[in-house]
Antibody, heavy 120, light 110 residues
Framework: QVHLQESGPGLVKPSQTLSLTCTVS??????????WSWIRQPPGKGLEWIGY???????YYNPSLNSRVIISIDTSKNQFSLKLSSVTAADTAVYYC????????????WGQGTLVTVSS | QSALTQPASVSGSPGQSITISCTGT?????????VSWYQQQPGKAPKVMIY???NRPSGVSYRFSGSKSGNTASLTISGLQADDEANYYC??????????FGGGTKLTVL
């Protein structure tokens, strides 16, 4: 049973870079059957897909965030990471990492999520 | 890419059935079988209830079913139970190779 856990600072200043890591346990991140995704949810609002990375390192991002997002992967640590630059208050959200099953294009499972607040 | 359209809220009594709609476009819901539904309990991460329009993952109750007609997908919950009360989100893969979610529907069990 794969388990995902997000980690990183809960508070980021405006204009700085948000950095989060997702640690995968119970299975290898080095698999061609999955993408590894980031999804966020502003407080009280809906879900927004941010992007994914494949074990090979190839990535695909939401065009609305494309210029500010970088997702990377470290297969030796079974981790993947998110960097979002030039953050504003609008980037305040719970950030989730999720395994994306390629054959079904479904997010399953999700990490528990981590709240990141952008504030000075 | 605009969000999929869901009703903000639905309600039903225990034992009844409810249906939540999810309307997209010919570039997402209408184009692909990759429509999924997620249940989110307060303070928890979303959990997949339906994938590929109508398939249930192992462990999800048979009371949850999905369907699609044209650009609109639907989630039906039969035999409503108190612990079905949650927010439900639909999601679809899109022709831009991205994913789009619905705005969410709050289900209240009366």
């Amino acid at each position: 049973q794969v388990h995902l856990q997000e980690s990183g600072p809960g508070l980021v200043k405006p204009s700085q870079t948000l950095s989060l890591t997702c640690t995968v346990s119970g299975g290898s991140i080095n698999s061609g059957d999955y993408y590894w995704s980031w999804i966020r949810q502003p407080p009280g609002k809906g879900l927004e897909w941010i992007g994914y990375i494949y074990y090979s390192g190839s990535t695909y991002y939401n065009p609305s965030l494309n210029s500010r997002v970088i997702i990377s992967i470290d297969t030796s640590k079974n981790q993947f990471s998110l960097k979002l630059s030039s953050v504003t208050a609008a980037d305040t959200a719970v950030y989730y990492c999720a395994k994306t099953i390629i054959a079904r294009l479904v997010f399953d499972p999700w990490g528990q999520g981590t709240l990141v607040t952008v504030s000075s | 890419q605009s969000a999929l359209t869901q009703p903000a809220s639905v309600s039903g009594s225990p034992g009844q059935s409810i249906t939540i709609s999810c309307t997209g476009t010919s570039s997402d819901v209408g184009r692909y079988k990759y429509v999924s539904w997620y249940q989110q309990q307060p303070g928890k991460a979303p959990k997949v209830m339906i994938y590929d329009v109508s398939n249930r993952p192992s462990g999800v109750s048979y009371r949850f079913s999905g369907s699609k007609s044209g650009n609109t997908a639907s989630l039906t919950i039969s035999g409503l139970q108190a612990d079905d009360e949650a927010n439900y989100y639909c999601s679809s893969y899109t022709s831009s190779s991205t994913w789009v979610f619905g705005g969410g529907t709050k289900l209240t069990v009366l």
